[in-house]
Structures are given as C-alpha cells and as structure tokens.
C-alpha cells in the first residue's frame, strides 16, 4: 500500500475527495482518506501505481504541499537537513557579507552555487576570500541580527528526537552559526566548515575538507549503517544543488523552497507550508508534536 499525504492550511473535504477522484482516475485504486488534522492534513491511501499518483495530484491544488510514499516505515529514524534557507531562512555568508559591505557580489555568486551552476568548494573559497580582514565579531552581530529558525525547524526535530530518530545538521556554511543554530533547534549532531580565524579577523580561508555535496551523502549513508538503518528509514532536506545527492539517496527526500534543480529531482517538495509539514508527512499529528 501508499499513501497520498496533502498538506496545506484551510485543506477541504472537496479537496481531498477531488484527489481520491484523480487518483481513481489513473488507477491507482485509492481507499477512502482520512484526517490527519482537519483543516490541514490528511491521508489518502492506495494500491496502486505512486508515479502515476504523484503526476496526478502535485500542482492539481493550490498551496497545497503533496507527498506519496510507501505506507510502511513512513516514519523516519534518521533525519539529515541542511542548514541555510532550510533550518533557518538566510544564507549566512550572503548576511555575513553584508557586514564588509559586499552582500551583492557574494549573494549573486551563492545563488548560482545554489542553482547548481558553480562548483560548491571553489564557489565557498571564492567567497571567503572576498571576507578576508572582516572582524570576528562581525559573526556573532550577524548570527544575533540576522538568524532566524525556519517555521517548524524545531518541532520537526525536537518530534522526530523524542521518538527515537537520530538527527543530524549538515552544513556547507559554517560552525559558528551551524553550532549555536543546531544547539537551539536540538539536532544531536552539527557538521559544517570551519572558518579560519587570526587576530581576530577571518583572513579569508576555510579548513580543509570543505563540508559539500559528498560529506552530506557520506553523512547520511554513514549515519545510516551506524544505526542499523536502511536507507528507506531515513529523511533528508534541503533547497540547494549541494543537497542533492543526500535528497536522491534518503527514503524520503525533500526540497524545500527549494532552487528549480532540486525541487524538480526530489521525491517530495514542501513549496507552502512549514517544516512541520514533514511531521504530517509521517504520519505524526499535532498532537504528538514535541515543541520544546
């Protein structure tokens, strides 16, 4: 069996039996759904055909967040996630560029390493080159000023913790936000770069190896045989090309608000609501969220 989760805010009964509909319609021979959360989440099971099923109901309702996936072992034990535009809502080089007075010429350069259009380590050395003599302190201004938690960051984690998931921060960005980000949100491990600091100002290095594409698929693949885990069991997240590789290989890979390359190779995107939508993708209702 499957199962057709929909995810949105002011989700309908007309709604939810349009897409059983549809997915009669390409014979996927769906049960009857049931709330996940009235108003905002339900389930549609099936039997049949999950691509075809997909194809149907992605795009066929406005605002609403889709995910189709095999019924058994849709909750997750391991959860991988990506840190900048995902767990929080900024880049923090393009916020940390800000402060040397050059957020445009590195913002532009991020988002084609983003869209997948740069090579990520030389795209990353690049850009801390041009923040070479910027003060030290310019990191923890900016992590005060300009850091903020995605919507659901920490439900989702704190949920997926407390039942048991292992979950890890993996970030191309670096320790001195990833650390303290992670910390709040209550992931169980951090890894990210490392910014190379003297006399208190970065001179424009990263330590080597740079944290990419690869460490995050490493990460995963690792974490997974650590815990005795297929790779079904497990959960990814993301919104940049340098994630992938970990989104293609997890049991649920997500982009979200993700660049057009991710969102169109991923096997789930979340393009409306919140992080907790992953939550409901589980199968895990409001009521047994963990948030705090």
């Known amino acids: ?26 014979d996927c021979a769906p049960e009857s759904w049931r709330w996940l959360e009235e108003g905002m989440a339900a389930d549609l099971p099936f039997a049949l055909q999950p691509e075809a099923a997909r194809e149907a109901l992605e795009g066929a309702f406005p605002a609403v967040d889709i995910f189709v996936q095999p019924d058994q072992g849709r909750e997750k034990k391991l959860l991988i996630a990506d840190m900048d535009s995902t767990m929080i809502t900024v880049e923090c080089i393009d916020e940390l560029a ?27 050395d690049a850009r801390v080159a041009l923040l070479a003599g910027l003060e030290e302190s310019a990191i923890d201004r900016c992590l005060a000023e300009r ?49 190379v600091i003297a006399d208190a100002r970065l001179n424009g290095m990263v330590e080597k190896p740079i944290v990419d594409s690869a460490t995050k698929e490493t990460t995963l693949v690792g974490a ?48 409306h609501g919140d992080l907790t939508a992953l939550l409901y993708a589980q ?10």
């Open 147 to 195: 850091v903020r938690l995605s919507p659901g960051a920490a439900t989702l984690v704190r949920t997926m913790r407390a039942r048991g998931a292992l979950t890890i921060l993996v970030s191309g960005g670096f320790t001195r936000f990833a650390d303290p980000v992670g910390a709040e949100i209550g992931f169980e491990r951090v890894i990210a770069n490392r910014l």
């Open 224 to 271: 997974a045989a650590e815990r005795g885990l297929e790779l079904r069991e497990t959960l990814a997240v993301g919104d940049g090309a340098n994630d992938l590789a970990m989104i293609r290989r997890a049991g649920l890979g997500v982009a979200y608000r993700a660049k057009p390359i991710v969102a169109a190779a991923a096997g789930a995107r979340v393009d």
């Open 1 to 26: 069996m499957f199962i057709a989760t929909l995810v949105a805010e002011g989700l309908t009964a007309g709604q939810l039996s349009e897409a059983a509909d549809r997915l009669a319609g390409v």
């Open 98 to 124: 800000d402060y040397a007075g050059i957020k445009d010429q590195i913002a532009a350069v991020t988002e084609q390493a983003m869209r997948g259009e740069l090579d990520f380590a030389a795209a990353l």
């Open 283 to 292: 199968g895990i209702a409001r009521a047994e969220w963990v948030t705090h």
